[in-house]
């Protein structure tokens, strides 16, 4: 699980089998093998990121709510079908995931805890879906908030009539002030910053497999590397001495330290030498 973590924060390019042969410790059908066995089975992805949350983050939070459109060819994967690409603005064959976040308000981040593939039946609505998803965690999920932030198509009363039974208030709480209401919806669309990063460098849509508890272990791995990234080397910096995070310089550096190791693995080099201490730094 450790080494998996490290490649998706490490490799550029398509997170694949064959990338992780390239740069990791094993051969590729070892990495297949990994996948087809032990990322079967169930890892509890949602109490680990709250409890990496509530170490690292500020201790003022949100849960976010937000589908998020993840390309996959074929028709063979359970789930695939039509789904609405905001990037595309228009319907386009693939997945999709319903991603829960916990939205740091004074860091201004955002903290992924569940990605779950929609799985729409006939004899339920999208919406009566969505709204499954947030229902079924609501325990955990008011441990670390009681406000829950959506985007406005969630603003219909099936939806809404379901997270308020739940004790989730899905809009506004009526004590809250007019500017705190407005902060906490702003703070909506970092959720949408982890999907960016998770798809432009930690391998979201390169998913090789066509098991629902594989795809539940590629979605959530690849976003839980961000939060990784985050707790080691963003929030460990002070608030006042913190610039932007950038998953991509984090990658970048990731890489350059993976390469490096590399390099000194396959060539038998020994770093601490005194005769290479001038040339390995």
Request: charged share 20%.
């Amino acid at each position: 699980m450790i080494e998996t973590f490290i490649l998706f924060l490490s490799i550029r390019g398509r997170i694949n089998f064959l990338q992780l042969a390239r740069y990791g410790k094993h051969k590729e059908q070892r990495y297949r093998q990994q996948f087809e066995k032990q990322f079967e089975k169930q890892f509890d992805f949602l109490t680990f990121n709250k409890q990496l949350t509530l170490a690292h983050g500020s201790g003022r939070y949100a849960i976010a709510f937000d589908p998020s459109y993840i390309s996959k060819s074929g028709k063979k994967t359970p789930g695939v079908g039509w789904y609405w690409s905001g990037c595309a603005n228009q319907a386009k064959w693939g997945l999709e995931i319903a991603g829960l976040a916990a939205i740091d308000i004074e860091n201004h981040t955002a903290f992924h805890l569940e990605a779950v593939q929609t799985l729409n039946t006939d004899d339920q609505t999208l919406t009566d879906w969505y709204a499954g998803v947030i229902s079924d965690r609501k325990d955990v999920l008011s441990g670390i908030s009681k406000y829950l932030v959506a985007d406005a198509w969630f603003s219909k009363k099936p939806f809404t009539d379901q997270i308020v039974a739940c004790k989730l208030y899905f809009s506004t709480d009526v004590s809250m002030e007019p500017s705190e209401v407005l902060l906490y919806y702003h703070s909506r669309f970092q959720i949408e910053f982890l999907y960016r990063d998770g798809k432009q460098h930690t391998g979201l849509n390169d998913s090789q497999a066509r098991s629902v508890n594989k795809l539940h272990f590629q979605f959530n791995a690849s976003l839980t590397s961000i939060n990784i990234a985050k707790a080691i080397h963003w929030l460990s910096i002070p608030k006042e001495e913190r610039g932007a995070f950038s998953m991509s310089d984090i990658k970048t550096m990731n890489h350059n330290a993976l390469l490096l190791k590399r390099f000194i693995d396959v060539f038998g080099i020994r770093p601490y030498s005194i005769k290479n201490q001038n040339y390995v730094k």
